[in-house]
């Protein structure tokens, strides 16, 4: 079992910044997919989620408006459109597969938004 997250950086404020997580070793189209993040010395929190058919979302407050979840399921890979960045968004970002008692962590990828 494998999560991959790709496309984080380094952008400025006001940017964007699109992440990837390309699944495989599981059947990624029964599972229900999340991105969390975790800022130093913070913990770990829900950013947004996704249900396994794609039609139902839900999003931390603070980015809702800003980020958009989306997942190809042909594709087995979830997305996290991230616009209009703050550097409150500083964050080690995490792709997140759940099934029941069954749960797949991503390794991580850096996003920092600063000047």
């Known amino acids: 079992v494998q999560l991959v997250e790709s496309g984080g950086g380094l952008v400025q404020p006001g940017g964007s910044l699109r992440l990837s997580c390309a699944a495989s070793g599981f059947t990624f189209s029964n599972y229900v997919m999340r991105w969390y993040r975790q800022a130093p010395g913070k913990e770990r929190e829900l950013v947004a989620h996704i249900s396994s058919g794609g039609g139902s979302t839900m999003y931390l407050d603070s980015v809702k408006g800003r980020f958009t979840i989306s997942r190809d399921n042909a594709k087995n890979t979830v997305y996290l459109q991230m616009n209009s960045l703050k550097p409150e968004d500083t964050a080690v970002y995490y792709c997140?597969?759940?099934?029941?008692?069954?749960?797949?962590w991503g390794q991580g990828t850096q996003v920092t938004v600063s000047s």
């Open positions: 997140y597969a759940r099934r029941s008692a069954s749960d797949y």
